[in-house]
C-alpha cells in the first residue's frame, strides 16, 4: 500500500474474534480503513459490532489476531503517547491528587522527568480554571470528564480516541461538553475516532460517519455534509438522522 503523506493512521486487514462458550465469537473480519491528519470521525453502529475493539487494538491495549495498525505508515504494536484512549469509565483520575496534578501527571517521561505542558490554557479551554485544586471526590461527573479530556491532551497525542466519553452524563451536560470538545480539537487540531450511539452527536460533531455492522464490516464510510453546520432543526439533519438509524436498526 502506497504511503499517502495526508495519511496519519491506516488499518489493514483487521481482525478480532473473542472466545465464547461453544467456539470464537469475531466481531472485526479483515477490516482496512485510513484516516487523515487532523480528521473528525465518527464510528456508529449496534451494540457488539467492535467499535471499541477497533479503539483499543488501535490504542494497542489489545492486539489482534491479524493485520496491523500504521501510524504514519510505521507498524505499531505497543502503547504510545501519540495514540491516547479515553473510555466511559468516570473513574480515570487518581483520587489522590487534585485536578492540576492529575493532569501534570501525564506529561512527566518515563524517566521521571516533566515535558513542557501549557496548564493554564488546558484549565481554561476545559472550563477548569475554578477547579484546579480540587480532587476528584469534589467534582461532578462532567468536570471529572473534563479533566481527564485536559489530562490527555497534556501529553500532546496526535490521534485522540474516544469510547463515548460523554455518554454516563445527563442531556445537557453532555451536549455542552461536545461542544466544548468540538472546540478544543479545533484548536489542537487532533486526528479524532468517537465512537458513539448517539446519531445527533455524529452529525454535530464528525467531518466523517463510519458505519459498522453487527459483523464488524464497514457498510457505510462518507463526508458528513453537515460538518460545522448541524442543526437538529433542519431538514436534511432529520433526513440523515433516519438513514443512520435505519442502517444501525438493521442488525
Known sequence: MNHNPDCIL???????????????????????INFKKGEFTVLLGPSGCGK?????????????DSGEIYISNIPVHTPDRKRILMLQDDNQLFPWLTVKKNILFAVHTSQGER???????LLTLTGLEKYADYYPHQLSGG????????????????????????????????R???????????????TVLLVTHDIR??????????????????????RNPLS??????????????????KLISNF
Open 10 to 32: 491506516s488499518i489493514r486487514g483487521i481482525s478480532k474474534s473473542y472466545p465464547s462458550i461453544s467456539s470464537s465469537h469475531t466481531v472485526l473480519s479483515n477490516l482496512s
Open 52 to 64: 471499541s475493539t477497533l479503539l483499543k487494538i488501535i490504542s494497542s491495549m489489545i492486539l489482534p
Open 115 to 121: 515535558r513542557s505542558c501549557n496548564l493554564e490554557n
Open 143 to 174: 468536570m471529572k470528564k473534563r479533566t481527564a479530556l485536559a489530562r490527555a491532551l497534556a501529553g500532546n497525542p496526535e490521534i485522540l480516541l474516544l469510547d463515548e466519553p460523554f455518554a454516563s452524563l445527563d442531556e445537557g451536560i453532555r
Open 176 to 190: 455542552t461538553l461536545q461542544q466544548s470538545f468540538i472546540n478544543i480539537w479545533k484548536e489542537y487540531q487532533l
Open 201 to 222: 452527536e455524529a452529525l454535530i460533531s464528525g467531518q466523517r460517519i463510519v458505519v459498522m455492522n453487527a459483523h464488524g464490516t464497514i457498510i457505510c464510510d462518507e
Open 228 to 245: 460545522g453546520t448541524a442543526h437538529p432543526q433542519e431538514e436534511e439533519f432529520f433526513t440523515l438522522y433516519k438513514k443512520y438509524y
